[in-house]
Each structure stands twice: as C-alpha cells, then as structure tokens.
C-alpha cells in the first residue's frame, strides 16, 4: 500500500473549518483514501474514504485531487470535540488482509 | 453502525503473570479481527490478524508465543499476553471485519495494559 504524508500538528479555532492535508504520490489505480481519528485513549473512528471522486457525510468531506497523489480532510465546523489525532491511510481494494498500515497521523487541536 | 467492544477497559498485572483481553463484535459476525498496539505518543502497530478458525498471522517481531490470539467464534477473539513485563505496558487495542463490508474496518476502545 502506498506511504502517506501529513503534518504532524494543525491547530483551528471552534466553528472555522479544518482542512487536514495528506499526501500520498505514490497512489496507484486501485488504492483507496481512507481516514479516521482517534481521540486521547481511544479507539480509532472511521471517517470517509474514496477512490476518485470527493466524497461527503455526516462528519466530513473527502476532497481528492484530480491526479489522486493528494487529498485534504474537511470538518466543517469544527468543534472541542474533533480534537484528536487524524490518520490518513491508503489501501489497495486488492489487499485481501484488509489490515491497516497507520502512519504519524496529524494531531488536530480544536481551540476555543 | 457495527460496534466492537473490549475487555477490560484497563488491567493493571504483576510482571510474569498473564493477561487475557478480550475483543467482541457485538452486531455482526467478524470474520477477521485484527491487533494492534500503541506506545505513548506513537501509531498503531498491527500485531497480529486472526481469522475465525485458523491460526493467527503476526507481523514481524511480535511473538506469537508471547502473545497468544484465539479467534474460536465470529464474534470473539481474544489476545494473551503471557509472562507479561514492564515492556509489555501499552494500549492494546481490537478491529474486526464483517464479510460483507470488507472495505471498512470497526475499532473497539482499548485496552490499557499496565505491567508492574
């Protein structure tokens, strides 16, 4: 599965929007964008994922660029309670094992 | 949504002895059921994915006779830390994979091991 890149620590004020970047340049075809956040002593919550188009829910919106060896992570309006430690990961839709390779993440931290 | 639940949320053990924790998915069937354990202030580290039935693969490094991984249901699996010591301190924590949602992978809460 191809290697991501993020920075380590992003700080945002409460209310504005979050935009978490990651880049991953050696994406291939059938890799998907997979994110998820772990809060302090926690266990890890899925957020989104996509493949090629951006994508939207509840939590979040997944903007992919159009030659896919980048994307940002979106919290709308983001709240004390998104502080966490957000993961970016890359896994191929082949990867049978369906495991999970974390990387550093880039630990958010939502100030009021 | 599917949820996975582990126990215990904390267990705090005498150096030698062993530790049983448990992983349980508690609304659907797990076929796979992964382990991964996080130092302080680091990532996960995948330890080890079990499927229901058959032995446990671990990944370089990890002991498999240190850490012992049953995985007898679809919806239980369970990690033994034998012999524990002071190292073994870390926050162990549990995913499972339902069959028909393979691309998305659930997390229980941890589990914090502290060995004295």
């Not at chain 1, 994110?35 to 957020?47: D, F, L, N, V």
């Not at chain 2, 382990?35 to 079990?50: D, H, I």
């Amino acid at each position: 599965d191809a290697k991501t890149t993020q920075p380590p620590s992003m700080d945002c004020a409460e209310g504005r929007a979050a935009n978490l970047p990651c880049n991953h340049s050696t994406i291939s075809g059938n890799e998907y964008v997979y994110w998820y956040r772990q809060i302090h002593s926690q266990g890890p919550q899925y957020i989104i994922h996509g493949l090629k188009n951006n994508e939207t829910n509840e939590m979040a919106s997944l903007i992919i660029t159009e030659d896919r060896k980048s994307s940002t992570l979106i919290l709308p309006h983001a709240t004390l309670r998104d502080t966490a430690v957000y993961y970016c990961i890359v896994r191929s839709a082949n990867n049978a094992g369906n495991m999970l390779t974390f990387g550093g993440g880039t630990r958010l931290m939502v100030k009021p | 949504g599917a949820v996975v639940s582990q126990h215990p949320s904390r267990v705090i053990c005498k150096s030698g002895t062993s530790v049983k924790i448990e992983c349980r998915s508690l609304d659907f069937q797990a076929t796979t059921m992964f382990w991964y354990r996080q130092f302080p202030k680091q990532s996960l580290m995948l330890m080890a994915t079990s499927n229901e039935g058959s032995k446990a693969t671990y990944e370089q490094g990890v002991e498999k006779d240190k850490f012992l991984i049953n995985h007898a249901s679809l919806t239980l699996s369970t990690l033994t830390v034998t012999s524990a010591h002071p190292e073994d301190s870390s926050f162990y924590i549990c995913s499972a994979r339902a069959p028909d949602r393979p691309y998305e992978q659930y997390f229980g809460p941890g589990t914090r091991l502290t060995v004295t």
